[in-house]
């Protein structure tokens, strides 16, 4: 039979984001496939350097919609490091808490995303639900639903406001006491396990030779590879949680290492709230008002555990007003670009969704 | 038959057309809203399906073809002769000619149009979705035509009024759904095949194949679609229900059974995921053909249930 | 003449009640086009429940009424937008998210992003905030529902009749509206 | 800034004991930034992966366009001891041309795609390196070089909305 | 982890029982649900508070906010009549924008409900109502932890009050380059201290250069509008700094350290640039200015750089007016005068001091001799109290203590006769000078100090600089608020001051905002003193005028009426600027010497 050539995406309801993979099949097989990214290039690295530091933090947020704090982290650690920011140590808490927050957030996102390729709406449905509890929290906490442009150099922009606490706490009890109906309805269910057992592998060695980071990473090599726990940031060293790992790593594994990093989340959340002190929430290191602040020349790579893998930011300063260069590291890059050309080919065509969706591919940190 | 109550068949064909429309659409509102309360949400008015479907007739349509123009033509007058025939609580419009290989017969000239139409298109998702569709029906059929045949080997009729008519004479202790439950069980995942229901939705699967067959459909060719697609789900829960749940005497009855089993199908789609096209076939060879060669042995060899 | 007021009273007629259906059944495209979309899948799912205005996503530009184009569009979407708009059978309907839509917004000086998307298509409504949050989506859409009551969503009746200013205007950002290159033979 | 870490103290130096290290940086405690002329960098590469170094995170591009040059940033990560290296090299921005490394690290090919894509270096060895990736119809000079201005292109390509309501007033005009 | 299960997914069917949890619809259309507090919505500006300073256009990284030119809005000092318009098509609701508003006038509603077909609906001028024009709930507003401003100022290297108070060492030090650079770096460069500023110096410009390192072309800048920035750089009355935008949250840009630190730390061959710089055309004509104050000396280098031949006319041995003769040098160094003086020399104007106009040469010979004349004469010589007893001996008039003082630091003349228990009369800027001039006198001749400072004004009505006040009171000087001198008691025996009598002053201005002290002759203020020094203002003496000329001047107010050129009207020849046409001020003086070259430049270049 003559080859066919198939398009998931750009338009295409199992495409996550605004992207397209090219799939030659032969039957229902895909025989060669790739990605064709870009439909959401926006020319960030160039945005970059045409803003000021301070302007960055306003447009960094949309490199990751799902996930955007993680980019403000990153800016904010390298601008930190280069210019010997000491941040204060409620600072440290706080990034941690809407950095946490947010991985939550988009844990249940992907959780319940896989109610797309599998066709299990009713995932999504929840999900989405507990997900927006938790938006509303961060539009409390930092002022806007989505982009919240409150982690910056120097620490937070805002306190936390009044009585958040107990509100946070309220929220992840009630979740916690219904992961259970999750993971139900979608680890536990013999018609996803059909879909996500033993298929889409992502075998140790592949893992080392795209660089795949994360959960893809943890789930077959069986160490606890997380940045969190090798190079920690902000206060992650005085924090108790446990990395799931599994050596077997198959869609299924993948998923219920997210849903066990769920259960972590939560637990980080409450001793967050726990130990978080009082006291400053932002350093004003850099000298003068934010038109001018000027960050010292280097070079430096910083990065921090997403909840897709390593998400790096690589900031040149010549000591300007604005950085010189930055080059960011999408923790989804490796396995959407190489992992499709490479080890897509072989899977059928209702793999294809799936296999985008459980190796933690986000669009929009690709193209950037 | 006579000559002259032709014309009076024909009203009744159509008033049960009509009815058949009416009652589905406004059911399948119904189901949005049950559904929707699983999804902890309130869901849409019960009478959005009339909305989509009239907003669909409205809107202009596109072509592909003549193939596919007369495709959809046929597949829908396809069904909807089909409906016709369909035993309606106690009216038959055509009294005789309610043979269960009737139906077979007919529906199948509608799947075949949707077919033609779907390939017409020319767009390979909608053949990839037709070929699903036509293997996932090779999955389904075998199945239920082993319970079928045995029901009606029990019953010694092939007549869906006559079949409904046995079973209706000792209140539920005679229907079929208490006689042969293993064979229900196993007709029931035939009939979420045939429904297109969720883990047998491969066919349309929108996050594979853009929703398959439909994919190139539009406008008022897609409100035709949708017509069809109400029709089939009353013929295919009608027969379902005079197989096994012994038809409907009343308007009640009919409500409630229908309802009962409409509901809880689109209930299971709802908590399940799909499987993949060599999945499906691979379920239906194992569970529901065994299933069903039980049942069958056990009515034709063992006399049970009979 | 009677004949002709009739035809006319009746035509008129039928377009009301095709006007009210279309109203109340908004199908719309699903296509992420950027990071407005975000909140779709809030506004779509259990805590708003966007389906209670007869609204749901439909897997092809066939089967659509409404593009939405959420948020900001690098050519190489835009180029794919215009071909699922053109693809949408009439009437048709297009929602902008937010302000990358109307003037550039925050990528109103990068290399790869159009600046105000009613030169390429005809938009019917525009939606306010970075993001729209999801209650501001859904403001936006009875808005549309509203004009498609008072006959004001002509959208696609202006594309139709200035199609060549538009098909202009794409040509003179985009080059080529249908790219030849060894990823699309 | 805190002690700089005893173990990637120790491995620069070996690094340095077989090749020839041209400046030696340390950003935080647990990263270094290494120079090293555009030749040695492959065997740099090779002999760092065998020291643990096992990940590419990310190879990126920088444009010293005052230098003339394109400095190669490739940034490895040993995930067992938490090290983070830059290894960097310059080329000539006038002719851009560097080998692959998809020889030692097979994930760095679209990277080398992206870096050529916008910078404009090619990659001898990649087979896919000049290929577009992220652009398309793409008619000007690299996107990411320090000379390419984006507001001008995009002025010119994309027209910007003049809106009509004027918010200045002149005297007598004011509400 | 439970075991699989075909009945595991159905378990989720309870919630087919459970509420939804899903937003009614009324409170998504009828009234929509309040926004989280802190919410960032559409923007709201307290135009009462808006000083239109643009910041916030400035650091908008979409660059939505433009500001628009609004004719409604009152012209005041410290704004500007713009208000910001917002581009709803460009905003990204960072909130940027609220975190720097230097007035803190901007925030934003709890609003995010906003659709339209129309795009042109898209942008607007935010008021006291966001763009949806309902009334608003406040949503997102700063705090000190989001504010992007940096609201203190570097301070300024002291030399400690105990040393400064025993010797004439200039007091401030001067910024270090780090210093200076981050003092700079707090500006915002909206220009509304350009608009106060009299010379309307390129302050923003300046700062900026500082804030670059780039101190040649902050020199340039300074020398374009103001030729005494050595002068000014020290004691300028900062105009500027009072209207400083970051003033009103803050503590202002240090807008006159920033200048000196220029002045001190420009290269030589920056000035070099500055001297040479080509003028396309030379003028060509004889202007002869009359008295080398600040407007004088301003005057002098703008023609001088035009190419104009000038002579200064100077009565003292040394050119700088009261800038020599005046201000103390632990204020103003002789140094910092020279420099400008120098450079102003190098570009070929002649000074001939010692010759008084009206005594060694006749002003009907200048007249003669001369294309055009600048009087810039000033106010030199100290106003009279005319309370009894002030023709006593011991009644020390403030401009020739100053001059005396001066002289004797540099070495020209005796230790003034100074007494160990004196009082300063006035509050004005000169008295303090004096005031603080005897304690240093008082300490190096007695080895402690004893002032006293009595004045009409109360502590938030005296005219004289904020840290004047500040460092008289370090430094030890007794004030007497808000009491009026009525008598100076004489010791009739020896003829010397032993007391001041006055009273209390109940009201300074009357209800026309004039000055018209009333008192309370009842409650008597008594101040002991061996010597009094009046420092209540000065006046001019005009007497050198022909009366062919002084008829033909129209005074208003004791000012000379000059037109925007500071020319006499009648008299085209005749330039007048300086304290003659307006308050006493240095940055005054240079902004008439300028506008004056301008307009001699104009009258000369047309004939």
Known sequence: MKEVKLFLGPQHPGMHGNSSIHMYVDGDIIKRSYLLPGMLHRGFEKSMERRTWMNNIALIPRICVPEPDPNEMVFALNAEALASVEVPERAHWIRMLVLELARLSAHLMAFGGIGGPTGLYTAMYWAQADRDSILTLFEEITGQRVYHMYITIGGVRKDLPKGIEKKILAFVDDLESRLPDYENLVLNNPSVQARTKDQIMLPAEVVWELGVTG?????????????????????????????????YSDAHTRLTLKYLEMYQIIRIIRQILDLMPAGKVREKALDGSALRWQVPAGQVYSAVEASRGEYGYYTVSTGGTMPYRVAVRGASFPQATLGIEKYLPGHRIDDAALWFDTMGICSPEIDR | MVINQLPLQILTGLAILAFAFFWQTSLSGITRKIVARYHKRYGPKWYQEFRDIFKLMSKTGVTHGWVYDFGVMMALGGIMATVMFMPLMKFTAFPGFDNFFIYVYLFAVGMLGMAMSAVGSGNPLAGIGVMRALTQMVGYEVPFMIVVLAIINGHGTSSLSQLAAIQQQAGVLSWNLVKMPIGTVAAFICLLGMLGKKPFETFIAPAEIASGPMVEYGGKQLGMLMILHQFSIFIEVSLFMNLFLGGAANPLGFALKYMAVYVLASLISQAMGRFKIDQVIKFFYKIPIALAILQAVMVVYLGWGV | MATADKEKKLKEGWEGISRFFRANSLWMLMYCTGCCAIELPQAMTSRYDMERLGMGPMATPRQADVLLVTGYLSVKTLRRVIYAYEQMSTPKYIVAFGPCTINGGIYHDAATVIKSLDQYLPIDVYIAGCMPKPEAVMNGFQDLIDMIKDKTADGWKRYRDNYDWYKQNQIESLGELRIKDEYHE | MSKINMQLKELTENVGKSYSVLQVDYPTPNQAALDFQPGDVHAVLAYLKGQGFRQMSLLSCVDWIEDGQFQLVYLLFNWEAGLRLQVRTRIDRANPVFTTVTGIYPGAKYYERDVHEFFGVEFNGNPDSSKPLFLENWDDMPPMRKDFDPQAYSDRKYKAREYKTDFNTKAGEGQ | MKKTSIFAPFTGWKYLFRKPVTIPMDDIFKHPRESQDNYRGFHVNDWTKCIGCGTCSEICPTAAITMAQRADVQ???????????????????????????????????????????????????????????????????????????????????????????????????????????????????????????????????????????????????????????????????????????????GEAIAIRWLKR???????????????????????????????????????????????????????????????????????????????????????????????EVGKDVRFEDLQKKYDAIFMATGYPYTRHLKIEGEDSRDVVLAMEFLSEATEYLRGAGPMPDIKDDVTVIGSGNVAFDVARTLVRLQNEKFGKSNVKMMALEQRDQIPADEEEILAGAEEGIEMNLGCGPQKIEIDLETGSVTAIQGCVCTRLFDENNRFNPEFDYNAEVCIVAKQVYLAVGQTSDLSYLPESVSNQLKMYRGKIQVNENRQVEGLPWLFVGGDLIRGMDIINGVADGHQAAIGIDKLLSET
Not at chain 5, 99 to 111: R, V, Y
Not at chain 5, 278 to 302: E, R, T
Not at chain 5, 328 to 349: M, N, Q, W
């Open chain 1, 215 to 247: 959960i893809g990473m943890r789930s077959s090599t069986g160490k606890a590879y997380d940045l969190r726990k090798v190079t920690p940031y902000a206060r992650y060293d005085k924090v108790e949680f446990d990395v799931p790992t599994a050596t």
């Open chain 5, 75 to 249: 012209e005041e000092e410290g704004s500007l009549p713009e208000r910001p318009v917002i581009d709803y098509g460009r905003c990204c609701f960072c909130g940027l924008c609220v975190d720097i508003c230097t007035s803190g006038s901007l925030s934003m509603s709890k609003a995010y409900l906003y659709n339209s077909p129309d795009p042109e609906a898209f942008v607007s001028m935010p008021t006291d109502r966001d763009i949806t024009g309902t009334p608003i709930i406040a949503g997102y507003v700063k705090d000190e932890n989001s504010d992007l401003l940096d609201l203190k100022r570097k301070p300024m290297p002291e030399i400690s009050v105990e040393e400064s108070k025993r010797s004439f060492v200039e007091i401030v030090r001067g910024y270090s380059a780090e210093q200076a650079k981050a003092e700079a770096a707090r500006c915002v460069a909206c220009g509304i201290c350009t608009k106060t500023c009299p010379a309307h110096m390129n302050i923003p410009e300046y700062i900026e250069s500082v804030w670059k390192g780039d101190l040649k072309e902050g020199l340039a800048y300074l020398y374009k509008t103001n030729p005494l920035s050595a002068v000014c750089g020290r004691v300028c009355t900062h105009k500027c700094e009072s209207v400083c935008s970051i003033s009103n949250r």
């Open chain 5, 261 to 355: 630190y220029i002045i001190d730390n420009a290269p030589d061959e920056a000035y070099e640039s500055v001297v040479n710089a080509k003028v396309s055309k030379p003028g060509a004509g004889k202007v002869a200015i009359v008295g080398s104050g600040a407007s004088g000396l301003s005057a002098a280098y703008y023609l001088g750089s035009l190419g104009y031949e000038v002579d200064v006319y100077e009565r003292r041995e040394k050119v700088g007016g009261p800038m020599r003769y005046g201000v103390p040098r632990y204020r103003l160094t002789d140094e910092a005068l020279d420099r400008d003086v120098s450079i102003i020399r190098k570009l070929g104007v002649r000074f001939i001091t010692g010759t």
